[in-house]
């Protein structure tokens, strides 16, 4: 099947099978690897990206499904050479060790302060439970979080 997906920004056409998945299509088409694959099963939220504002998990979305759609990935973040406020903060706050949940846990960052612009850090913990992190015990993620809201 045909889809016209435009991602960060840039209107993309493949033939895609009916049964892909938007994160390989994602990774696999488009040649986009910041968004990764950690369960296949929708629950560590290693793949989420922003689908038409909404940050959503795309192991859980087929791309035909996104046919029409407009999608950022953690590589459409940054403008001319400068890393979103997020990013800079993750950096910052040391809100990352392997980075492999990084940009999923950064997309659904961005999407918990749009709908809450100045959380609490409970907020933080619960807007972000659906996003596994392996390696750290939250701390530096939810103090990066913070610290893109300016609520340090």
Do not use: W
Request: hydrophobic share 35%; glycine share 12%; proline share 3%.
């Amino acid at each position: 099947m045909k889809v016209s997906i435009t991602v960060n920004g840039k209107k993309q056409e493949s033939d895609v099978e009916p049964r892909t998945l938007l994160v390989h299509y994602i990774r696999e088409t488009l040649g986009l690897t910041g968004t990764n694959v950690g369960c296949d099963t929708s629950s560590c939220g290693a793949c989420t990206i922003h689908l038409d504002g909404e940050a959503v998990k795309s192991c859980t979305i087929l791309a035909v499904q996104a046919d029409g759609t407009s999608l950022t990935t953690i590589e459409g973040l940054a403008k001319d050479g400068v890393m979103h406020p997020m990013q800079t903060a993750f950096m910052e706050n040391h809100g990352l060790q392997c980075g492999y949940c990084t940009p999923g846990m950064v997309m659904a960052a961005i999407g918990l302060l749009k709908e809450n612009p100045k959380p609490t850090e409970d907020e933080v913990r619960m807007g972000l439970e659906g996003n596994l992190c392996r390696c750290t015990g939250y701390h530096n993620i939810v103090k990066s979080v913070l610290a893109a809201a300016g609520a340090k």
